[in-house]
């Protein structure tokens, strides 16, 4: 049977999350696609040009998405609560590229350029703005760029983190079968009250 477009760059991201980029050789990648060895390279050119074609289509939409949920708040605390909100739901329930971002994380490559160009960069521009300015209200430290991203990013990017969780709470295992959301809403709502406790009463 021959697959569609979609499912190419599904099983693609299943791959790639599972095995991680060096370990997946295109001869696997034929295999689970159920295709001629030349396939990748004679569709895509080459393993890397796919690795990209899956990224953005995982991404495709998270972005937009991000901007339309950002463009509903005025109020900058709402901004960043329904914004790291979003992320938190998006790595939960988007656990394949939520590993294949955390692994790439670890390494500078190009592949990690073109997550900074795709990912990273967008996300961080959408909410400095808001984080700026709760920074010059006094409500979130002033802190280096690089550490309130890792105290806002990090914590999403542990959703995938399956196996962990399990060992850790084994009378809720297995994770995957929990309400995803809730799991992110929890851990946002824990993460937030951190970065931006409760204002105070006036």
């Not at 991404?59 to 005025?74: G, I, K, M, N, P």
């Not at 709402?78 to 790291?84: G, H, I, M, P």
């Not at 739901?89 to 990690?112: F, G, K, V, W, Y």
């Not at 073109?114 to 409500?139: C, K």
Request: net charge negative; proline share 5%; hydrophobic share 40%.
């Amino acid at each position: 049977m021959q697959l569609d477009e979609c499912e190419i760059l599904k099983r693609g991201l299943a791959t790639f999350a599972e095995l991680g980029y060096d370990a997946t050789t295109v001869r696997e990648l034929a295999r689970r696609l159920g295709a001629s060895h030349n396939f990748i390279n004679d569709r895509y050119g080459s393993k890397a040009s796919f690795w990209r074609a899956v990224v953005d289509f995982a991404l495709s939409d998270v972005q937009a998405e991000r901007d339309a949920l950002l463009a509903r708040y005025r109020d900058d605390d709402e901004r960043l609560k329904n914004a790291v909100g979003h992320l938190y739901r998006m790595a939960a329930n988007a656990s394949q590229l939520s590993r294949l971002i955390a692994d790439e994380s670890t390494r500078d490559s190009d592949r990690l350029d073109y997550l900074h160009q795709r990912f990273v960069q967008p996300f961080w521009d959408s909410i400095t703005p808001t984080v700026t300015s709760l920074i010059e209200a006094g409500r979130i430290p002033r802190l280096a760029p690089h550490i309130l991203y890792f105290a806002i990013v990090g914590p999403a990017l542990a959703l995938t983190q399956n196996p962990v969780a399990d060992r850790l709470d084994p009378a809720a295992a297995p994770t995957a079968s929990r309400d995803r959301d809730h799991t992110a809403d929890a851990l946002s709502a824990l993460v937030l009250h951190g970065l931006l406790p409760p204002a105070p009463r006036t």
